[in-house]
Structures are given as structure tokens and as C-alpha cells.
């Protein structure tokens, strides 16, 4: 009988190193993340996750090491020894395959919710406008926004304009979501919201690294955790085991000031 094949980590990091001038944000991170896997990055303002995050995404460019989503080095070819950046256009074509929402929600005031959605597959994608318009229909319905399609947004609330920014990414139809502290703008009674359909999108199947200090969240949904501090991973692990018996001082001191 031959061996069950083991599948390639839909997003790898290998000796990751970011500076800001003289400040170093990312000391060498080395973390993989399984096809599937929902992934929270928890710990102190600063510590570097937003800008790992970024790096995934090629926002930011490394400084050194390598990072891989599926078996594409991520904002690089190499020829050769050499590692060369691609140009523009390439690294668009990369961001294709990864969703990305930030804290705040960057919706086109001038469109409505539906025109937001449709914009990039139609314009990146050059998708058929009936097949989008289809799919974010869809979309709105299952962040439970149907009826905000002719809307626009200054006319929604501020968890209404998380879950459509939700929705838009995911209307490129993503293999990847990247979600950098998606609640932290928001009103505390809005945060739910958001939250259910992170949840249930995480059910799904879809690959998730998540940026949060939502630390509840991370123990329900996450499969595993990673505590940031000072540009380094000091402790990864299973989400319950990390924030319920967390084995370092520096994580279990985090733990303490947040709850």
C-alpha cells in the first residue's frame, strides 16, 4: 500500500526578516499554514503581526527569508541564485488568490454595495457581469446583507461595511483570507456580526490567518494560535491549549492584561 500523501502547507514562511530603518518589526518567522487551517496571530500592538500579515499579501516587501503561498513564491521569482521582484502586473496577478480585510473598510463611497462587489471581478477578472452579479447576490445573502445591495455606504453601519468588505474579497474567490484585526474600528455591540460570519466562513473550509485581539474568537474558531511579541513567535500551538495553558511567561503575562 503506498503512503497517503501529505499535503503542502497552503502558506509557508522561512526565516522572514522586515526593517523599518533600524527597526526591525520581523525577526526571522518561520510558520507554515495547512490548506483549511484557521490561523490567529494574537499579541501587543507592535509585535509584528499586522506586517507579517502584510508580507503575505507582498503590501510589504520582505527583507529577507522567503514566503510561499501554495507553491508560488510570494512577490518574487527566482533565476538562477537570485531572488528578482516581480513587476506590478505579476504581483497583482498574485493578490488574485488572496482576500485581504483590513480595519478599516475602504468601500467605494460612489458605488453601491453590489457595485463593490462586481467592481474587481469584473474589471481583474474579466468576468461575465452576469455570473458576478450572481455571485455577489449570493454573497450579501450569506453575510445576511440581501437587502442592502442598492445601498451605499455612508448609509450602512459600521459592521454592515465589515461584512460587505468580507464579501468583496471573497467575490474574487479566493484560495487564501487574511484578515488584519477586522472588529478593532468597530462599536462593541457590532462586533458579533462580523464575527458569526468569520465563524462561518471558517466553516467552510477556507484557509484563514487571522490578526486579533479578539482572544474568545481565537479559542472557538482557530485551529492554532501564534503569540507575536517583539517581531518574533514565542509560542504556536493548538488555539485551546495556547490561551488556556499557554507554556511561556511572556504569552501567559498577555493573556493576564487582556482577559
Known amino acids: 500500500m503506498s503512503a497517503t500523501a501529505v499535503a503542502a502547507p497552503k502558506v509557508r514562511a522561512a526565516g ?13 518567522i ?57 513587476s506590478d502586473k505579476e504581483i497583482c496577478r498574485q493578490r488574485t488568490e488572496v482576500g485581504m480585510v483590513f480595519q478599516h473598510f475602504n468601500l467605494f463611497p460612489h458605488m453601491t454595495v453590489l457595485e463593490n462587489l462586481m467592481e474587481a471581478p469584473i474589471r481583474v477578472l474579466k468576468q461575465p457581469r452576469r455570473q458576478v452579479r ?18 451605499y455606504p455612508k448609509s450602512l453601519s459600521g459592521g454592515q461595511q465589515q461584512r460587505v ?12 483570507m487574511l484578515f488584519d484585526e477586522p472588529t478593532s474600528a468597530l462599536d462593541p455591540e457590532l462586533v458579533g456580526d462580523v464575527l458569526a460570519v468569520m465563524r462561518n466562513l471558517a466553516e467552510t473550509g477556507m484557509t ?5 485581539h479578539e482572544i474568545g474568537f481565537a479559542r472557538d474558531v482557530a485551529d492554532r494560535v501564534a503569540f507575536f511579541d ?7 500551538g493548538p488555539a485551546a491549549d495556547v490561551i488556556t495553558h499557554p507554556q511561556q511567561q511572556r504569552t501567559r503575562e498577555f493573556l493576564a492584561a487582556v482577559r
Open 30 to 86: 518561520d510558520l507554515t499554514v495547512d490548506q483549511g487551517e484557521v490561523l490567529c496571530l494574537i499579541g501587543p500592538s507592535g509585535s509584528g503581526k499586522s506586517t507579517f500579515l502584510r508580507c503575505i499579501n507582498h503590501l510589504e516587501a520582505i527583507d529577507s527569508g522567503r514566503l510561499w503561498v501554495g507553491d508560488t513564491t510570494v512577490g518574487y521569482e527566482q533565476r538562477g541564485n537570485k531572488l528578482y521582484e516581480l
Open 134 to 151: 450572481e455571485r455577489a447576490l449570493g454573497l450579501l445573502a450569506q453575510v445576511g446583507l440581501a437587502e442592502k445591495a442598492g445601498s
Open 165 to 176: 468588505a468580507i464579501a468583496r474579497a471573497l467575490c474574487m474567490q479566493p484560495s487564501l
Open 208 to 212: 484563514m490567518i487571522v490578526v486579533t
Open 16 to 28: 522572514v526578516r522586515k526593517s523599518y530603518g533600524n527597526l526591525e518589526v520581523l525577526k526571522g
Open 230 to 236: 517583539g517581531g518574533q513567535i514565542v509560542e504556536v
